[in-house]
């Protein structure tokens, strides 16, 4: 492909990737997305690169860093994320060229994986190039109507619970959930603040309070949508009527807002599925609408992956580990 030339990409170049962003997805990106997602990263900096003909920016894409807990053992892993290619030079092979550059560059670094979540049209780039998909993430929701159902019954506000629009001071002495049998987001209080920076929304924590230690949390955030998006949720001990208090607060919450209804994704292997199929989130039960659609879980390995690796249940993967747009 003489006529195209593959670069690393810099922070110079964040004017020229939200242009290219918009081209390929007719969606404006704000700069300061891309400053907090790639560079702003307390596990550090994305690995960026780019395609160029002659001097204009026409594919992009990323590998984010990310620390998960490995099965008990903390690990550095990659994200793939944003694979896009400008319309005019689509259908050329620039997807792969830019899969390949990614995945030469993460490979020099030897993690035990990287992952990527992505739609079903990505995924068919991905698998041509090394990726393997492993399942996929459920849009779970609570319309309106339940919503307003639910608060007609109970309205009353928990005593326990206090809202925050922000993370400082909360978490410092906090005991993350780990579960050491599985594969999950390292958390942390640093890792807390940057993931609820991302400018494109804002962000509300509902602490639930034993006297005057938070014995659980509940970090949700609100889009242009009028959509309230669950993305966080635990609780010490996994203590069900703390999860229980806390989604009753969301939905008063939600109520109060006018809000079109709730929004959760995740994998159906996950407790958080659970949690949410008991206080009666639904899967969309109509053949079309946004709602229908699931993301893709794909990985990669440099070495052959182990069948742990492979098996979707080995993972807690929700809202989270996804970016929100």
């Known amino acids: 492909m003489g006529e195209f030339t593959v670069k690393k990409l810099e922070q110079k170049n964040i004017a020229q990737m939200t242009e290219l962003f918009s081209l390929a997805f007719n969606m404006h990106l704000k700069p300061e997305v891309v400053q907090w997602k790639y560079f702003d990263n307390p596990a550090g900096e994305a690995i960026w690169m780019g395609i160029f003909s002659v001097?204009?920016?026409?594919?992009?894409?990323?590998?984010?860093?990310?620390?998960?807990?490995?099965?008990?053992?903390?690990?550095?892993?990659?994200?793939?994320?944003?694979?896009?290619?400008?319309?005019?030079?689509?259908?050329?092979?620039?997807?792969?060229?830019?899969?390949?550059?990614?995945?030469e560059q993460v490979w020099e670094l030897n993690p035990v994986f990287s992952y990527t979540l992505c739609s079903k049209n990505a995924t068919s780039n991905f698998l041509k190039n090394g990726w393997i998909n492993i399942g996929g993430l459920s849009n779970f929701f609570k319309p309106t109507l339940l919503l307003k159902a639910s608060h007609f019954i109970n309205s009353k506000p928990n005593k326990n619970i206090r809202k925050f629009t922000s993370p400082d001071g909360l978490?410092?002495?906090?005991?993350?959930k780990t579960d050491n049998t599985k594969i999950n987001a390292a958390k942390s209080a640093k890792f807390m603040h940057w993931r609820t920076q991302n400018p494109n929304f804002s962000y509300f924590i509902l602490g639930h309070f034993n006297h005057s230690e938070m014995d659980g949390y509940l970090i949700y955030s609100v889009g242009i949508s009028g959509i309230f998006n669950l993305i966080d949720l635990e609780a010490?001990?996994?203590?069900?009527?703390?999860?229980?208090?806390?989604?009753?607060?969301?939905?008063?919450?939600?109520?109060?807002?006018?809000?079109?209804?709730?929004?959760?994704?995740?994998?159906?292997?996950?407790?958080?599925?659970?949690?949410?199929?008991?206080?009666?989130y639904l899967k969309n039960p109509f053949k079309k609408g946004p709602l229908?659609?699931?993301?893709?879980?794909?990985?990669?390995?440099?070495?052959?992956?182990?069948?742990?690796?492979?098996?979707?249940?080995?993972?807690?993967?929700?809202?989270?580990?996804?970016?929100?747009?």
């Open 292 to 325: 229908l659609s699931t993301i893709d879980f794909n990985i990669l390995s440099k070495e052959k992956p182990s069948e742990a690796l492979l098996n979707i249940h080995s993972w807690e993967v929700f809202g989270l580990l996804y970016d929100d747009v």
């Open 171 to 176: 978490f410092e002495n906090y005991a993350f």
């Open 55 to 103: 001097d204009k920016l026409v594919g992009s894409g990323a590998m984010v860093t990310e620390v998960l807990n490995v099965f008990g053992k903390s690990h550095t892993v990659y994200k793939c994320t944003d694979l896009m290619i400008h319309p005019a030079h689509q259908g050329k092979g620039l997807a792969s060229l830019i899969n390949a550059a990614l995945r």
């Open 236 to 280: 010490v001990g996994d203590d069900k009527q703390v999860y229980k208090n806390l989604l009753k607060a969301l939905e008063i919450e939600a109520v109060q807002a006018n809000c079109k209804g709730i929004v959760g994704i995740c994998l159906e292997s996950n407790s958080f599925y659970n949690i949410l199929k008991s206080q009666r």
